[in-house]
């Protein structure tokens, strides 16, 4: 299958700084990203999804302004978390499609951020 | 919303036995998929299986659908310790192409 990358797989941040994380397509141009979150034995929470070259769709409830998506190409998307607060520490993952019904998703490894 | 839920969320068995996890969602569907998660990893595509399809194989793994009952079920033969994770189903709600996730189930499989 494709492969999606995710760096840094983990990133451990003080409270208030800016974090950004990278989701790469690496054999294949994603029309359509995703990014997601997943807090232990917990399910994965669509938070935006963005294609590319255009402004993402962030999901109900997830505050555009502190979680901001550039899709920029069609082998890069990033998430970067402002000001980041102790409650922002989570999994997230990303997904890398070529869009539309007949899709299949392609997940990223996770980047496991902790905010002290 | 959280549109597929699957059943146990944690199942505990010996290797070599089968293991089967259920999957039940609420609205229309065009495809339902499943996926592994090794803990702190990404995911992995195992089956998409297509709403008017009723089974698909691959490998050790056969997925089953039942539209009627809004309901799939995963079934792992011969399970290996290797096969320990959590199993999540993705649904995508009517007129989405955006999978939906389950909460899980968690498996362990003992050597």
């Known amino acids: 299958g494709a492969v999606v990358s995710q760096h840094p797989s983990w990133v451990i941040c003080k409270s208030g700084t800016s974090v950004k994380i990278e989701c790469r397509s690496l054999?294949?141009?994603?029309?359509?990203m995703f990014w997601y979150r997943q807090f232990p034995k917990q399910s994965l929470m669509l938070m935006a999804t963005?294609?590319?070259?255009?402004?993402?769709?962030?999901e109900q409830g997830v505050e555009k302004d502190k979680f901001l998506i550039n899709h920029a190409s069609l082998t890069l998307s990033t998430l970067t978390v402002t000001s980041a607060h102790p409650e922002d520490s989570s999994f997230y993952i990303c997904?890398?499609?070529?869009?539309?019904?007949?899709?299949?998703?392609?997940f990223g490894p996770g980047t496991r951020l902790t905010v002290t | 919303s959280q549109q597929g839920e699957e059943d146990p969320q944690a199942l505990s068995i010996q290797e070599g036995e089968n293991a089967t996890m259920n999957c039940s969602y609420k609205t229309s569907i065009n495809n339902l998929q499943w996926y592994r998660q090794n803990s702190g990893r990404g995911l992995v595509h195992l089956i998409l299986i297509r709403s008017n399809e009723r089974e698909k194989h691959s490998g050790r793994l056969r997925v089953t659908l039942d539209t009627s009952k809004k309901s799939s079920s995963l079934l792992i033969t011969a399970s290996r310790a290797a096969d320990t994770a959590s199993y999540f189903c993705a649904t995508d709600e009517g007129g989405s192409y955006i999978p939906t996730f389950g909460r899980g189930t968690s498996l362990i499989v003992h050597p």
């Open positions: 054999d294949f141009q994603a029309t359509t």
């Open positions: 963005s294609n590319e070259g255009s402004k993402a769709t962030y």
């Open positions: 997904s890398a499609s070529l869009g539309g019904p007949d899709y299949e998703q392609y």
